[in-house]
């Protein structure tokens, strides 16, 4: 069984920083893709950031210059460090990592629980 384990949202200022952190634990044969999906209310769940398995990266352009990911193979974990943030980017902040099973032979998705930023002006 694979759990995600989230922590670094919280509160703060228009042009201030946080850091986002993921840490993957369970059964895991080896990890395709990392990534962070965030949701406003009232909105759809969009892409922030991924990181695959070769350490591309790819942004939305809305974060594009400001936010980074990056991740820790040893500790199966993912990061996003958010700079310049607005109050725009506030949102729940959710980590996505697709795990390549064995049996069956296949790619399954696993989410976490969510993480709140939220930015004031």
């Known amino acids: 069984q694979v759990q995600l384990v989230e922590s670094g949202g919280g509160l703060v200022q228009a042009g201030g920083s946080l850091r986002l952190s993921c840490a993957v634990s369970g059964s895991i044969f080896s990890i395709e893709s990392m990534g962070w999906y965030r949701q406003a209310p009232g909105k759809q769940r969009d892409l922030v950031a991924t990181?695959?398995?070769?350490?591309?990266?790819n942004y939305a352009d809305s974060v594009k210059g400001r936010f980074t990911i990056s991740r820790d193979n040893a500790k199966n974990a993912v990061f996003l460090q958010m700079n310049s943030l607005k109050p725009e980017d506030t949102a729940v902040y959710y980590c996505n990592v697709n795990i390549r099973e064995r049996v069956p032979w296949s790619v399954r998705a696993y989410w976490g629980q969510g993480t709140q930023v939220t930015v004031s002006s």
């Open positions: 990181i695959i398995i070769g350490g591309s990266t």
